[in-house]
């Protein structure tokens, strides 16, 4: 379950921080399972026999994600999770949800009947808790019944979404919630990225949102990340924040303790670290892959900072440097990173290798799609020289680069 990095950036997101957390009460499983203890196969231990209205005697086919929006801010990715409620807003005020189903990232390296896909708007549900609360739990209901349980790699909502179709969801859904649901709202989201530095909020609380390459927080010769969040910890005169972007938030800072935790933040350069983030670095993102992850093929958190910097030369040549790209990198196709909704996406195929994808869009509201295969460093920055000359000659006005590298690689490509 995740909602907007900052809950209490306006009383909107405070109201949908409430909404989040009822959705996690109403989902949490009601079994006594982790209460039966086992010793050389003979249960010791027991409890009485549970009821559990929402999983049964299962639990859902495979994972189940859920995310909250609030537009203009796609901050969330609220279209890469299973489950996506979407705010409608007029005149200041939630009015409503989008309920969007059927979003995941993973796939199988060579099977197409394994494939990311973008959550589908279903459905509007005015802002009744009761409803939309009903809502949300009908369709992991609908899951729970029509999941593909025979095969794991099929068996997340997505599939379940493409293989009845949204008609039938929506009928489903209404029949099982016992109310008739409007079509889905006009929403318009403008960013996704981290907004970096200081803000105060409604209030009067403030929040530092730091630069976090790739999620690590550690302690190397030239940055003390740990040391000083640590420091900051301790006196117990903030608290902290992950991002879905894999960046910090130092956050619920009072007014009179700020200059004692900006005097840390800057003594240990992390004020600066954050504001020398390039837009290209600063949206980036990568998954653990080697050395922690089991299912990697190759590297990705390790190696994109150095990736990176080449890249930056590339977007330097070519007077490129203040563009904001969405890059992402993961070490296998499973999709940790959300690579498929990037403008630019590298998946691990083997050690030092990686499918290059283009055209994703710069909102995620598109995914991209594989442009090369297996491609090393030298190839990789190869295509990039090559794809921004191209972008900074031929871009019309106002272009980003996923929607010029769609235009120009993936759908002339279809055409053809």
């Known amino acids: ?46 409890k009485s026999q549970e009821e ?34 979407i705010a409608i807003v007029e005149g200041g005020k939630i009015i409503g949800y989008n309920i969007c189903v ?64 949204l008609a039938w969801w929506r009928e489903e859904l209404e029949r099982r919630s016992g109310f008739a ?7 318009h989201f403008t960013s996704r990225r981290d907004d970096y530095g200081w803000a105060q909020n409604h209030h009067g609380l403030w929040y530092f949102t730091m630069f976090v390459e790739n999620g690590r927080v550690l302690d190397i010769p030239e940055l003390k990340m740990k040391e000083a969040l640590l420091k900051i910890a301790e006196s117990g005169k903030a608290a902290f924040r992950f991002t ?26 992390l004020v600066a670290h954050t504001l020398r983030a390039t837009k290209l670095r600063g949206n980036a993102m990568a998954c653990v892959a080697l050395n922690t992850c089991a299912l990697a093929l190759a590297e990705a958190q390790r190696y994109m900072p150095s990736l990176l910097t080449k890249v930056e030369g590339i977007l330097e040549k070519h007077g490129l440097q203040d563009e904001e790209l969405i890059m992402r990198m993961t070490g296998c196709p499973n999709g940790c990173a959300r690579p498929y909704a990037a403008e630019i996406g590298f998946v691990g195929t083997a050690y ?3 499918n290059l994808h283009y055209g ?57």
């Open 1 to 46: 379950m995740c909602t907007t990095s900052n809950p209490v950036a306006s009383p909107l997101h405070e109201e949908v921080e409430v909404l989040a957390n009822k959705i996690a009460d109403l989902l949490l499983p009601k079994t006594r399972g982790y209460y039966e203890i086992w010793l050389d196969e003979e249960k010791i231990a027991d």
């Open 52 to 85: 559990d209205p929402l999983y049964q005697d299962r639990y859902m086919p495979r994972k189940f994600k859920i995310g909250i929006a609030i537009p203009p801010v796609n901050d969330v990715d609220i279209l890469t999770n299973d489950l996506g409620l």
């Open 102 to 165: 059927g979003g995941g990232m993973s796939t199988t390296h060579g099977n197409p009947d394994h494939y990311a896909r973008l959550a589908s708007p279903l459905a509007y549900v005015e802002n009744d808790e009761a409803k939309v609360l009903k809502a949300v739990y009908e369709v992991l209901t609908i899951q729970r019944d029509y999941g593909n349980r025979s095969d794991r790699k099929l068996a997340r909502l997505k599939y379940t979404v493409d293989r009845l179709g």
């Open 181 to 187: 649901m409007e079509d889905p709202k006009p929403f």
């Open 244 to 269: 879905s972007s894999q960046n910090l938030i130092v956050a619920d800072i009072k007014p009179e303790d700020k200059a004692f935790v900006e005097n840390i933040l800057e003594s240990y350069g």
């Open 352 to 354: 030092g290798r990686y």
């Open 360 to 416: 994703g869009d710069r909102l995620g509201l598109r995914l991209n799609k594989i442009y090369k295969e297996s491609l090393d460093e030298a190839q990789i920055l190869a295509e990039l020289d090559s794809a921004f000359a191209a972008f900074k000659a031929e871009r019309t006005e106002g272009e980003t680069f996923g929607d010029f590298s769609y235009r120009k690689y993936i759908a002339a490509a279809a055409t053809a």
